[in-house]
């Protein structure tokens, strides 16, 4: 498997793998009709900007990883209510 592509499935460089397949999978189930997928979409890019925002955060309060890790990230969304 390609390096991208291992990046782009591994849940702690990319907090968002499980939009990411969603929509993967909507995409495939529906012959590729981006209309039909539009939730996912949204849903994925909420899921983004949520997470580039608290990495945005961190960096400024000079916190060490930059994007918490996996286990991290899931106390934070547990506190928060999923906000995505």
């Known amino acids: 498997?390609?390096?991208?592509?291992?990046?782009?499935?591994n849940h702690d460089?990319?907090?968002c793998v499980a939009e990411t397949e969603a929509s993967?999978?909507?995409m495939d189930d529906n012959n590729y009709n981006?209309?039909?997928c539009t939730a996912y979409f949204l849903k994925y890019k909420s899921?983004?900007?949520?997470?580039?925002?608290?990495?945005?955060q961190r960096r400024r309060n000079g916190v060490k990883p930059?994007?918490?890790?996996a286990e991290?990230?899931?106390?934070?969304?547990?506190?928060?209510?999923k906000p995505y």
């Not at 900007?49 to 945005?56: C, E, I, L």
């Not at 930059?66 to 890790?69: A, D, G, K, L």
């Not at 991290?72 to 209510?81: A, C, D, M």
């Open 1 to 9: 498997m390609p390096r991208q592509a291992q990046r782009l499935t």
């Open 13 to 15: 460089t990319n907090p």
């Open 34 to 36: 981006k209309d039909m």
């Open 72 to 81: 991290e990230r899931r106390k934070i969304l547990e506190s928060t209510g």
């Open 66 to 69: 930059e994007m918490p890790s």
């Open 24 to 26: 993967r999978k909507c």
């Open 47 to 56: 899921c983004r900007k949520f997470w580039h925002d608290v990495m945005m």
